[in-house]
């Protein structure tokens, strides 16, 4: 029988145990090339409870949770479920038995729409040959109104923003019929209300009898939603607690093995900041799409003085990436405004424009289009000088060596060495990397686009430290965040979007996250909002 496809779990009258966890992981072991990426861990869920699994980048979370969910076969140790042992051999395998995982990297086929994603190898099927493509459609359509997302489930993956494809994951995992849900970071880029509606999700479902294992970096989400912690620390099994008996301090003490230092974890004074020396005027971009032109930015205007951090904060959609991708000519659509240096405009076509001007970005995707995955830290940072260093037309590889290891040290990159590739490394080194590309070709302006999405308390406070060393040294920083907390603690002022408009700049001395969300939220009539500077 075809099953039955667009609506959430109802597991009203599902089993609660109250002593026995429905799934076990016991004494799980699994190594890569043989560097142990579990050793001997344990970790367990009970029906209906929400239990995070935290640890830093590397500390063997995602590898523990591909092999509950059937993406990797080959491990020692024991996987229960229901108090008997199994070993899926695929996700279907896991699947069948009510365990669904939402990936931290997504998941989708970019060519293929909304609805095709959702229900991939599950279509419901008419006299059992033909895909019944307008049920497809209604159940997604339902779907997706129910979780609250407004997207049209016959647009292609392709065409949407990444915290989009993270809200399709989400409603692709939730279209099974699971008992055990694995979340793997999945608010990493969503806005607040995104996220509150996915809270709301999370505990509905456990109310129903739905065990979720919940992976993530922010703190105050896990303190939020939990009824248990684990907490994980270079590949080991460290703790499990109630969430009762902890604070934000103890996992983070477990998840580093150390107590972060007052530097690491408040914002550093500002320092005296020189004159502008990036000037945006009336910036606006329009991009094309199957009706047309859309408007995405209008009348956005903002300096950055030298040493100083501006952000810019806004809800999903809102403009905050668009304005770096017009900035730096990386945009798909048609810029317009001014853009100034020192007082002077310039023109910027393409990247290779802004480069040359001393302006340097860091974009929010990092395995797309920060790096190459499959080369060395060297082949990365190297990459925008490779020409600068050639001599007599040749490539200089002592001189690419040199800059990858400056970056190793100057950054902190946890590596083998300048050879090892990047693919191989954590998402926090991995970001690491990216800056480092970017700082290598010394730039003066610095745009930094969710430069910590989906990376470890450590990395987090290592890039924190850097941001503010350079701004220090002078360097005009622009940051992107959607981590408010994050926002509040690197910026000396922040620019707020709402629909594609800027509607306030709040000095630091005045923001708050009330502040911020009030800009931030939509209105009927969006006018600009005074607020100081």
């Known amino acids: 029988m075809q099953e039955e496809v667009g609506h959430l779990p109802s597991r009203a009258n599902a089993p609660r145990s109250s002593t026995a966890p429905v799934l076990e992981a016991v004494d799980v072991s699994k190594s890569f090339g043989g560097i142990a990426a579990l050793n001997h ?25 591909k092999i509950l969910s059937g993406v990797y076969a080959d491990y020692d140790g024991a996987v229960i479920i229901d108090q008997a042992p199994v070993h899926f051999a695929t996700v279907r395998d896991a699947e069948v038995a009510g365990v669904a995982i939402i990936h931290q990297e997504l998941n989708l086929v970019p060519e293929l729409s909304i609805a095709d994603n959702i229900f991939l190898g599950r279509e419901p099927l008419i006299a059992g040959l033909f895909v019944d493509r307008r049920k497809s459609m209604n159940a997604a359509r339902t779907l997706l109104t129910r979780l609250g997302i407004d997207l049209d489930p016959e647009a292609r993956v392709s065409s949407l923003r990444i915290g989009e494809q993270q809200l399709v994951e989400i409603a692709k995992a939730l279209s099974l019929d699971a008992r055990m849900l694995i979340m793997d970071e999945p608010t990493s880029a969503l806005s607040p209300n995104e996220c509150k509606r996915l809270f709301t999700i999370m505990r509905q479902l456990a109310s129903e009898g739905v065990g979720i294992i919940y992976i993530s970096h922010r703190i105050d989400e896990v303190m939020q939603l939990s009824d248990r912690v684990t907490v994980f620390r270079d590949g080991r099994h460290v703790w499990t607690r109630p969430k009762s008996e902890i604070d934000e301090d103890m996992v983070i003490a477990g998840m580093v093995g150390r107590n972060l230092s007052r530097a690491e974890t408040i914002r550093h004074e500002a320092t005296a900041v020189g004159g502008a020396v990036l000037s945006v005027r009336n910036l606006s971009l329009s991009v094309a799409n199957r009706h047309g032109w859309k408007q995405v930015l209008t009348g956005v205007n903002f300096e950055v003085a030298s040493g100083e951090v501006l952000g810019i904060g806004g809800l999903l959609g809102a403009g905050r990436t668009e304005i770096l991708q017009a900035m730096t000519g990386a945009s798909n659509g048609e810029a317009g405004g001014e853009i100034l240096i020192d007082g002077q ?19 929010e995707d990092r395995k797309m289009q ?12 190297a990459l925008p000088l490779v020409s600068r ?30 050879e090892q ?13 990216v800056i480092g590309k970017c700082l290598a070709t010394t730039p003066r302006i610095l745009l930094l686009d969710e430069p910590t999405r ?22 005009s920083i622009v940051v992107v965040s959607s981590e408010m907390p994050e926002l509040l603690h690197l910026s000396d002022r922040i620019l707020v979007m709402s629909e594609g408009r800027q509607t306030g700049i709040l000095n630091r001395a005045i923001a708050t996250e009330e502040r911020i969300m009030q800009l931030a939220a939509p209105r009927s009539s969006n006018r600009q909002e005074k607020a100081s500077a």
């Open 41 to 65: 861990v344990k970790f367990d869920l009970f029906a209906g409870e929400i239990h995070s699994l935290m640890g830093e980048n590397g500390a063997g979370k995602s590898t523990l949770m």
């Open 345 to 363: 405009p310039v023109t910027i076509r393409s990247p290779t424009d802004a480069r040359r001007l001393g302006i340097a970005f860091v974009t």
């Open 370 to 381: 920060g790096l190459h995955l499959h080369d060395t830290i060297t082949e990365n940072v």
């Open 389 to 418: 260093m050639a001599r007599f037309g040749l490539r200089d590889f002592a001189a690419e060596a040199a800059v990858a290891a400056d970056a190793i040290k100057t950054l902190g990159i946890r590596a083998s060495g300048i």
């Open 421 to 433: 590739v990047a693919a191989t490394l954590s998402g926090g080194n991995q970001q690491k990397v």
């Open 454 to 475: 989906g990376i470890d308390v450590g990395a987090k406070s290592d890039i924190y430290d850097l941001i503010f060393r350079l701004a220090e040294a002078g360097m």
